[in-house]
Structure formats: C-alpha cells, structure tokens
C-alpha cells in the first residue's frame, strides 16, 4: 500500500507539467515531551515519562474551475519504536490523513467528498485537533453554500468498518467500531453569518451510534443530538465570544442524554504588545444515579487539548460521564518582538457538582509557552504545573499521600513546512 501511494504522488508530479494549478507541499514536526503528570496525575513511586515523536506529511492540492483535489499522506513516528533493519512499521502509522474533492456546483454552491478535516469557529464542537500527531479527520460528504459573509454546510456521513465491499449483503451494516464517541452515521447542519464586527453561527448535529445486546450483536442505533451557537463580536481593542450548547436524545446503548455547555471568553488589547484574556466555561455533569439516564456534556469532536489546560486532564480521551467542569481563567500573550512571543495562563478548575466526598476544587494549572518565527520554520517550548486541590486527587483514583508532590509537563516542538511546488496563478 505504501507504494501505491508513493506512485500517486508521482503521478501528481507529472500532472504538474500539464495543468497549471497544482501545488505540493509537507510538514515536518518533532515534538519532545517530558511527561510527569500529564493527563492525570502521577504516582510518586512512577518514573516520569520522556519521548521524542515526529509527524511527516506530504500534501497535493489541485484546483481547476470545475474543482479541487486534495491528498495529504502522513506518518507518525515515535523515535526508537521500530528496532534496527525492521522489514515493515511497527506501528502501522502511515495513513492517507485527508483525500477530497470539493465540485463546484455553481451560484455558490459545491460538494465536498471524502477524508477531510471538518473545523468550525473555535472548534469547540467539530476541530481539526492539530495538537495531536494523529490529527483528526471525517469520512463525510459535505454540500456547501457561500454568499457574501453567509455560508451554509450540510454535512452526511455513514461509517462502516468490512474489509471485504462484496460482503454487503452477508455481513450487514452493524458498525463495529466503537470508543471516544467514533459514530455510524451523522447529519448536521452549520450556518454562519458576518456581519461588521460581529458574527453568529448554528450547529444542529445528529450523531447516530451502534448499540450492542449482552450477546455484543448489534442492536439498533442511538441518536445523540447536540444543538448551539458561537457568538464573535469585536471592536477596537476588545473582543468577545461565547458558546451555548446542548445534547439531548441518546448516547449508546440507549443512555439517554440532557446536558449544556456554557463558555465565555473576553480579551483586550492593552498595548501593541501585550493581549489580555479572561474567561470561564462550565459543562454539565452527570448527577443521575441510573445507568440509563446521564446529565454529562461532552464536546465530541472539538480541538479540546486548546480548551481547559493544556495538561488534558478533561475531555481529552478522559472526564466523560464525569461530575463536569466549572472553569476559570486568565491570559495574558507578550509580544517580544523578533517574531516571538509567550503566552502565560492561569486556570482554576472545579466539579460542576460535588465528588461523592463533597469537594468540587479540583486545582489550579499554570501554562506557559514561548513561540519563535524564524526563517522557514517555528520553533515553541512549553511548560505546564498542576497544583491539584482534594477533589482532584479523588477525581484520578489516587490519595495525595501517594501522589506525586509536583505534576508537571514540558515539551518542545520544531515546525517546517516546505513548499515543493507551486504552479497556482497568483
């Protein structure tokens, strides 16, 4: 397979020759962590965590009038993870990250088909989760509308996991796949109007997923609905934008759902230099005390490692089904000139309802990250200290008494995206 796709690529470089819009580019991205209490806290008796990991890209675009093409080839790499002169991938990474194309249906409307990155807003609810090596990605047809500072998007998918496209009939479509929301089928509808220094948009989406009998066959789907909007205003140096969002019908295996999201974010800009933020954001938990009934909020396919600390200890793979999140937090980004900057942010963390034990603090997190534009590429270094208050420890399973005395999380990253090709008319 992996020379297929190696022969594609090839057969991109050719085209080049003969149409005059094509463009071919890459990233290239290693990324070094020091991981001592990312993501939960860590046991004083465990070893802190250190690893290197890359991600390598190789992206194709082709644009016509008629539509544009777009494959983008990506590897994910720990370093050390395959052992000297290993015949194959150890780990199997190497995948096709995005393959789609996007007709033009005319008077502004289009389809887009395929792999593709589906991000909106803020990505609080659909994002392209760059942070992680893996990213994320939907296999979805899109039909898309654009008029001035309006636009619309209709999106379809259905899901299904055979390997064998002969074996419809024999095999059915129960969809097999399960774990961090991953659904059989999806519709929603996005709609998004600019107007001079503010913005509003809708998101109605319907994710349908596969539920399983005691015997794990499939049993029918569950239909979880999640329904909001994102609210930009800006003007002069103040800006401000807000979430409300609501899920309603049924996780799966018929778990029924009733839960919110409420976010608020304001900055200013105190000097050429120096961008102020402050905001909160709660999401509701679950207060049911039935298997069949839940009151937890999740943010489903959002970029959520951007959103409450950057140490992902909620929402990232983690905290669903959980007590909820009330959150508090400061910012302030330093222009330090020379294309550099840092960014300082402080966040207060509590349960939207109290532990079993009656806490609701959970701690207090310190972020900290030092971007630099050179020439050709960027470089950030990050750091990270979680200062775990009693509902925290009960939260990860662990007592204070065998917990690590400092969690903390550093990393740096190099980014270098070059341009192979470019024949697009200016």
């Known amino acids: 397979m992996k020379k297929q796709y190696l022969i594609i690529t090839l057969l991109f470089l050719t085209a080049n020759a003969i149409y005059a819009q094509f463009t071919l580019d890459g990233q290239f991205r290693p990324r070094t962590e020091y991981r001592h209490g990312f993501g939960s806290l860590i046991p004083d008796a465990a070893d802190a965590g250190f690893a290197i990991s890359t991600r390598a890209r190789l992206n194709a675009k082709y644009e016509s009038e008629a539509y544009q093409f777009y494959l983008s080839l990506q590897d994910v790499m720990v370093w050390g993870e395959n052992r000297q002169i290993l015949p194959d991938d150890q780990n199997d990474s190497f995948a096709v990250f995005e393959a789609w194309a996007n007709i033009n249906l005319g008077k502004g409307w289009s389809t887009k088909l395929g792999r593709q990155v589906i991000s909106y807003d803020d990505q609080r609810i ?85 539920n399983f009998d005691e015997t794990d066959a499939a049993d029918g789907v569950s239909n979880l609905q999640t329904i909001g909007t994102h609210l930009n205003f800006k003007q002069g140096k103040f800006n401000a934008n807000a979430n409300l969002f609501l899920q309603t019908g049924e996780r799966q295996n018929e778990v029924k759902s009733s839960a919110y999201l409420l976010g608020l974010e304001l900055g200013y800009k105190a000097s050429d230099k120096v961008a102020l933020g402050i905001g909160t954001e709660v999401i509701s938990g679950n207060k049911a005390d039935t298997t069949d009934k839940t009151e937890a909020f999740f943010p489903l396919y959002g970029t959520n490692h951007k959103f409450n600390g950057f140490m992902d200890y909620f929402y990232v793979g983690n905290h669903a089904n959980s007590v909820g999140l009330f959150d508090i937090h400061a910012s302030a980004k330093f222009d330090l000139g020379k294309q550099s900057s840092l960014l300082v942010k402080v966040l207060n963390f509590s349960g939207e309802q109290e532990l079993p034990n009656g806490e609701k603090s959970l ?19 990050g750091y990270s200290q979680m200062f775990a208050a009693d509902g925290m420890y009960e939260l990860k399973g662990i007592t204070e008494d065998l917990a690590a005395s400092s969690q903390n999380w550093a990393w740096v990253q190099l980014t270098i995206k070059p341009q192979f090709l470019n024949t697009k008319k200016e």
């Open 126 to 210: 659909f994002g392209g989760l760059d942070w992680a090596q893996q990213g994320r990605n939907h296999d979805a047809g899109l039909l898309k509308y654009k008029k001035d500072k309006f636009i619309l998007d209709i999106g379809l998918a259905f899901s299904q996991d055979f390997d064998n496209p002969t074996g419809f009939q024999s095999v059915g479509t129960a969809y097999n796949t399960a774990g961090f929301f991953t659904y059989k089928t999806m519709q929603y509808v996005y709609a998004k109007q600019q107007w001079d220094g503010f913005s509003a948009s809708l998101l109605a989406l319907n994710n349908g997923f596969q």
């Open 363 to 381: 701690g207090t997190e310190i972020d900290l990250v030092f971007a630099k534009k050179f020439k050709g590429y960027g470089l950030a270094i």
